[in-house]
T-cell receptor, first 112, second 111 residues
Framework: ETGVTQSPTHLIKTRGQQVTLRCSSQSGHNTVSWYQQALGQGPQFIFQYYREEENGRGNFPPRFSGLQFPNYSSELNVNALELDDSALYLC???????????FGDGTRLSIL | RKEVEQDPGPFNVPEGATVAFNCTYSNSASQSFFWYRQDCRKEPKLLMSVYSSGNEDGRFTAQLNRASQYISLLIRDSKLSDSATYLCVVNPLSGNTPLVFGKGTRLSVIA
């Protein structure tokens, strides 16, 4: 069984740039959620996708957007990067929104 | 009041000790509860789900008290490898937030 995989593992960007992070969900999982985890904090929910549709969104501005593809893989796009966007971005998949979620290794994004 | 609150610790305990973590949640309609473990600079990993009747997995015991909106995790006979941050996680099954995480409680088991 293939677990959740994310790419890239590390990324450095500058303010104002745009970034795309990618996630492949675990086999058999059709729900993908994205989280932002700042240092010393718990993960904060960004949004969730279920069968290619956004299924819920946390308290993040519109410059955070996403996609889910027919194979249930997903992208997180962030425009106009700010210094506070520096964090670990985690993707998690599950069979549905009520089941335990399984996380990828994360992408560590640093904004200079 | 925060949705999920945990004592951040750190808890520094000797090997073999028993340690308990507590967590409170604010949404009384919450339906699912979990403990995740997160090692330094790694992703969270599911440790165990928490059921109303309480559940045990080896040295780990989780309890849920719905009346008090309180969840606990007990670790017996602590091992060095138990050193990690333990995240209390609640699924409110309302609104648009599938999982709500606490900030985590850091545990260091010392030889």
């Amino acid at each position: 069984e293939t677990g959740v995989t994310q790419s890239p593992t590390h990324l450095i960007k500058t303010r104002g740039q745009q970034v795309t992070l990618r996630c492949s969900s675990q086999s058999g999982h059709n729900t993908v959620s994205w989280y932002q985890q700042a240092l010393g904090q718990g993960p904060q929910f960004i949004f969730q996708y279920y069968r290619e549709e956004e299924n819920g969104r946390g308290n993040f501005p519109p410059r955070f957007s996403g996609l889910q593809f027919p194979n249930y893989s997903s992208e997180l796009n962030v425009n106009a990067l700010e210094l506070d966007d520096s964090a670990l971005y985690l993707c998690a998949s599950s069979q549905d929104s009520r089941q335990p979620q399984h996380f990828g290794d994360g992408t560590r994004l640093s904004i200079l | 009041r925060k949705e999920v609150e945990q004592d951040p610790g750190p808890f520094n305990v000797p090997e073999g000790a028993t340690v308990a973590f507590n967590c409170t949640y604010s949404n009384s309609a919450s339906q699912s509860f979990f403990w995740y473990r997160q090692d330094c600079r790694k992703e969270p990993k599911l440790l165990m789900s928490v059921y109303s009747s309480g559940n045990e997995d080896g040295r780990f015991t989780a309890q849920l008290n719905r009346a008090s909106q309180y969840i606990s995790l007990l670790i017996r006979d602590s091992k060095l490898s138990d050193s990690a941050t333990y995240l209390c996680v609640v699924n409110p099954l309302s609104g648009n937030t599938p999982l709500v995480f606490g900030k985590g409680t850091r545990l260091s088991v010392i030889a």
